[in-house]
């Protein structure tokens, strides 16, 4: 995953994927609850304007706005020349989207384009809202500019000696991930308030919680949890795999959210600092009662697809009474265009092959997100499992 944002709420997360297709979650429960395809290319940025409505940024260089429960977004935001890599949302709903056009640009919330700002030289990486409405962004030349409200000329506030791959507001403070491996915080007029080493590594992601904890990543793969100001480490995650590239708390359940190279969002619980697997417990129930290991290669699946007769959707079809059924037949669920078209019937022979080449491949235009089995073995356990869990009873 290249992005998470989380709704508090309704413990709701937003992923982007690499493929193009974002994710909402249902975090309490581990499973995905609507897959979005809009963006052409990966997504670099999400956020949530509320419950219902977020937003996703691409490397299209689109802001997209979104309902929940709609296929398409409600609004397309398009004027950045380049892909957009950050997004923030201040309280009065004004959404600030981050560019490698070198720009930020402020829109309303109903996606209005407000202002340009222009300053940075080169790609900005970095964007949020202090607590009085002013805009605060950071890039790769390594400047924190603040913009106030209204204005389209901001000033340096910060100079830092390497690129800044990420920012975090917390309180009236600004945390910056360096790509030295640093991390920083300084306060709303530049003042250093607290410098740590943190890795080997540049840092690459960023995250602040609501109670003054702050949770940074890097490009090899390691995520810790800092206590602010002093940025003191008080705890190390189990490394990830590849770099992370976005980091996301949630207070309740208390989770710490981060996107990563490969597979789905890695969750860890923040009490105990244990990672939480991806559709919970599923694969090992499904192993309990159908026996064996051909359970474990559908656990992914589980997320997004129930086994049950209705009302079985979750963000995919449910997947009872699969074999001898037609492509885009599922009771009561909202299909792509592109696989509600296919004329296909799913056997063995064609959810092993959907699953050999990858969806993306097998039908393009899905919103099913990208994923293989390259393991024969694998798609010859996912074949026999299916079998028997889809059963009509
Ligand atoms: C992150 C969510 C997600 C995951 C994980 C996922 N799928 Fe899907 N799947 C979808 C969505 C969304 C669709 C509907 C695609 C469309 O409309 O283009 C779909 C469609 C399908 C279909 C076609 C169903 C039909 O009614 O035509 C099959 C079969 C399927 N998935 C199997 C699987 C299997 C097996 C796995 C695990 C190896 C899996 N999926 C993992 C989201 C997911």
Redesign the pocket.
């Known amino acids: 995953m290249r992005s998470v944002a989380t709704e508090p709420s309704s413990h709701s997360a937003l992923t982007g994927s690499f493929d193009g297709s974002a994710?909402l979650w249902d975090v309490s429960s581990g499973e995905?609850r609507q897959?979005l395809r809009f963006h052409a290319g990966q997504v670099n940025a999400t956020a949530f304007l509320s419950q219902t409505r977020f937003i996703t940024a691409g490397q299209d260089g689109l802001v997209a706005l979104w309902t929940a429960a709609r296929e398409q977004p409600d609004r397309v935001l398009d004027g950045h020349a380049g892909p957009v890599v950050a997004l923030a949302v201040a309280e009065d709903g004004r959404i600030a989207s981050a560019s490698w056009d070198g720009t930020v640009r402020l829109w309303a919330g109903d996606g209005s384009p407000l202002s340009v700002l222009r300053g940075h030289a080169g790609n900005v990486n970095a964007v949020g809202f202090l607590p009085g409405g002013d805009v605060v962004s950071a890039g790769a030349d390594g400047t924190v500019r603040v913009w106030a409200s209204g204005r389209e000329s901001g000033w340096v506030i910060f100079a830092s000696p390497a690129a800044i791959n990420a920012a975090a507001v917390l309180g009236g403070a600004v945390a910056l991930a360096g790509a030295d491996g640093s991390i920083r915080l300084i306060d709303a007029s530049g003042r250093n308030l607290g410098e740590a080493q943190l890795l080997d590594a540049p840092a690459t992601a960023l995250a602040a919680s609501g109670d003054g904890l702050l949770a940074a990543g890097g490009a090899d793969g390691s995520v810790a949890l800092l206590q602010a100001p002093s940025l003191r480490v008080i705890r190390s995650f189990a490394p990830a795999q590849g770099p992370v590239w976005a980091l996301a708390f949630l207070a309740s359940p208390p989770r710490l959210l981060a996107g990563t190279s490969r597979g789905p969002v890695v969750t860890w619980d923040l009490a105990s600092g244990a990672r939480l697997l991806d559709g919970s417990d599923g694969g090992q129930a499904a192993a309990a009662t159908t026996g064996g290991e051909s359970a474990r290669?559908?656990a992914?699946?589980r997320?997004?697809?129930s086994l049950g007769p209705d009302p079985g959707n979750r963000?995919?079809?449910t997947?009872y009474g699969?074999f001898g059924?037609r492509?885009?037949?599922?009771n009561g669920?909202v299909?792509?265009a592109?696989?509600?078209r296919r004329d296909l019937m799913?056997t063995a022979e064609t959810?092993a092959r959907?699953?050999e080449i990858g969806p993306a491949a097998f039908?393009p235009g899905?919103?099913?997100?990208d994923?293989k089995?390259v393991d024969e073995r694998d798609r010859a356990d996912?074949i026999r499992f299916?079998e028997e869990a889809t059963k009509p009873r």
Request: glycine residues 8%; charged residues 5%; positive net charge.
């Open positions: 994710i995905a897959a290669v559908f992914p699946c997320a997004c697809h963000a995919g079809p997947l699969l059924r492509a885009g037949t599922a669920y299909y792509s592109a696989l509600g799913w959810v959907l699953f039908i899905t919103k099913m997100p994923q089995l996912l299916l």
